[in-house]
């Protein structure tokens, strides 16, 4: 037997060992910051270190050594404690659709050049009561006109918005053509 594996079996091993226990428990608690999570790191690390002993290449790094263990147990710790999920509780389909997605986008894009349309100061008060959602007397001070017009320019525009999209049509690709009910003879 060489000089480190007599070492490793030694009494003077086991001391350091137990010596250690104290800096490997302030070690852990400082990473876990509860007591009996750091008791069961240490313990682990001890009987990891005891089994293993014969790993040990310098007993002068027994210290680092140790340390090493002991954030290997801190890792495994972690890796117990991932929560997991079960396979069949994931729902594997998605609402948005690249179809719908692009529905979207269509509609996004014929509102604003609808509202793009609108004359300036109906343009102003519709943004700024159905997209920014201010008050009207906001929007009265923020245009400098009375509550009245804001609100009779709000209506116009509204009106004439909604007028805008009908005229326009459904959007070819904003959904899908409607199949007529057929009747089946016999």
């Given at each position: 037997?060489?000089?480190?594996?007599?070492?490793?079996?030694?009494?003077?091993?086991?001391?350091?060992?137990?010596?250690?226990?104290?800096?490997?428990?302030?070690?852990?608690?400082?990473?876990?910051?509860?007591?009996?999570?750091?008791?069961?790191?240490?313990?682990?690390?001890?009987?990891?270190?005891?089994?293993?002993?014969?790993?040990?290449?310098?007993?002068?790094?027994?210290?680092?050594?140790?340390?090493?263990?002991?954030?290997?147990?801190?890792r495994d710790?972690?890796?117990?404690?991932?929560?997991?999920?079960?396979?069949?509780?994931?729902?594997?389909?998605?609402?948005?659709?690249?179809?719908?997605?692009?529905?979207?986008?269509?509609?996004?894009?014929?509102?604003?050049?609808?509202?793009?349309?609108?004359?300036?100061?109906?343009?102003?008060?519709?943004?700024l009561v159905?997209?920014?959602?201010?008050?009207?007397?906001?929007?009265?001070?923020?245009?400098?006109?009375?509550?009245?017009?804001?609100?009779?320019?709000?209506?116009?525009?509204?009106?004439?918005?909604?007028?805008?999209?009908?005229?326009?049509?459904?959007?070819?690709?904003?959904?899908?053509?409607?199949?007529?009910?057929?009747?089946?003879?016999?």
């Amino acid at each position: 037997m060489n000089l480190l594996t007599l070492f490793c079996r030694s009494r003077e091993f086991r001391e350091r060992l137990g010596v250690s226990r104290e800096r490997l428990y302030r070690l852990a608690y400082a990473w876990s910051h509860d007591p009996h999570l750091s008791d069961d790191l240490v313990q682990e690390a001890m009987a990891k270190a005891l089994k293993n002993a014969g790993q040990l290449r310098n007993p002068k790094a027994m210290n680092t050594w140790l340390f090493s263990i002991l954030a290997n147990c801190w890792r495994d710790h972690f890796r117990r404690a991932r929560p997991t999920v079960n396979v069949d509780d994931i729902v594997y389909c998605h609402e948005d659709t690249p179809e719908r997605e692009h529905g979207q986008h269509e509609i996004v894009t014929r509102v604003r050049a609808a509202v793009g349309q609108l004359p300036l100061a109906q343009r102003q008060v519709l943004t700024l009561v159905d997209l920014e959602g201010l008050s009207y007397i906001e929007v009265a001070e923020i245009v400098d006109c009375p509550i009245g017009t804001v609100m009779s320019r709000l209506s116009r525009a509204r009106r004439a918005l909604k007028q805008h999209l009908l005229d326009l049509g459904p959007a070819e690709s904003a959904s899908p053509p409607k199949l007529k009910s057929v009747r089946l003879v016999r």
